[in-house]
T-cell receptor, first 115, second 116 residues
Framework: DTEVTQTPKHLVMGMTNKKSLKCEQH?????MYWYKQKAKKPPELMFV???????INESVPSRFSPECPNSSLLNLHLHALQPEDSALYLC??????????????FGAGSRLTVL | AQTVTQSQPEMSVQEAETVTLSCTYD???????LFWYKQPPSRQMILVIR??????QNATENRFSVNFQKAAKSFSLKISDSQLGDTAMYFC?????????????FGGGTRLMVKP
């Protein structure tokens, strides 16, 4: 299995809703990432988990809450979002160390619309 | 901080011809990696090619090759024998490694259209 699977593909939510994005990989990767991509813009790093510990938080607002329950799974919990948070959210993974550690494998993304 | 610049927002090429996408970057790091990623309309970011900064030899992957000029901080992508399936957004990316994780910094992207 060489894939990163993201669910749901599309999500529409109101500003008072609580929802979650899910990311799963079974490649034995020990680093996982969340990126945010606005339309016609490059992806921007949000969070990095390394060996299931949060290692990088790029000053992301607290209405985004990441969680890494195990080495294969990464969640992004969403609460009280704003319409400007509407974007494509990309998950990626890479080996934790060694030669393959610098190659990120991306999922197809979750398209989020906040009304 | 690293910056990555792609000066061509859009390009087009005829099928079977060759096209070169430009990328420049700015860094004070000596050890780093450079990548080209492709994002077709399906949205998934796909790795096209990568280059280790310490290697002088330019990377190649089938129809894709790079021209890496470390002193000039330039990293262009050449696509030979362009195919319709090459139509996509192409992102140049820089990675430095640290103990906290591998941070990719992307350029603004070049939208490539391959015409039949």
């Amino acid at each position: 299995d060489t894939e990163v699977t993201q669910t749901p593909k599309h999500l529409v939510m109101g500003m008072t809703n609580k929802k979650s994005l899910k990311c799963e990989q079974h490649m034995g990767h020990r680093a996982m990432y969340w990126y945010k991509q606005k339309a016609k813009k490059p992806p921007e790093l949000m969070f990095v988990y390394s060996y299931e510990k949060l290692s990088i938080n790029e000053s992301v607002p607290s209405r985004f809450s990441p969680e890494c329950p195990n080495s294969s799974l990464l969640n992004l919990h969403l609460h009280a979002l704003q319409p400007e948070d509407s974007a494509l959210y990309l998950c990626a993974s890479s080996q934790g160390h060694g030669k393959g550690a610098n190659v990120l494998t991306f999922g197809a993304g979750s398209r989020l619309t906040v009304l | 901080a690293q910056t990555v610049t792609q000066s061509q927002p859009e390009m087009s090429v005829q099928e079977a011809e060759t096209v070169t996408l430009s990328c420049t970057y700015d860094t004070s790091e000596s050890n780093y990696y450079l990548f080209w990623y492709k994002q077709p309309p399906s949205r998934q970011m796909i790795l096209v090619i990568r280059q280790e900064a310490y290697k002088q030899q330019n990377a190649t992957e089938n129809r894709f090759s790079v021209n890496f000029q470390k002193a000039a901080k330039s990293f262009s992508l050449k696509i030979s024998d362009s195919q319709l399936g090459d139509t996509a957004m192409y992102f140049c990316a820089f990675m430095k490694q640290n103990n906290a994780g591998n941070m990719l910094t992307f350029g603004g992207g070049t939208r490539l259209m391959v015409k039949p």
